[in-house]
């Protein structure tokens, strides 16, 4: 049996459109603040990694827990 090809017609392209009306250009805005308001600054601080998280491995929630606690405590946040 022979295979029957199937015949394609082709469409034309849709005419197109006037050029669309160029967007207006945006002032950049100034640096913006930290997402949430938040800002830290661990500048001046002599604490190493191990005396924030420990000799143990953790998982990185408690990290996260971690390093909370450790801001919150020692008022490095601007908040």
Do not use: D, H
Request: proline residues 6%.
């Amino acid at each position: 049996m022979a295979i029957k090809k199937k015949t394609t017609t082709k469409r034309k392209a849709a005419p197109k459109n006037k050029a669309a009306p160029k967007k207006k250009a945006t002032k950049s805005k100034s640096k913006k603040p930290a997402f949430g308001g938040y800002a830290i600054s661990f500048a001046g601080c002599s604490e190493t990694v191990e005396q924030v998280f420990g000799k143990k491995p953790i998982a990185p929630s408690e990290m996260t827990k971690k390093i909370w606690a450790f801001v919150k405590s020692n008022n490095l946040s601007n908040r």
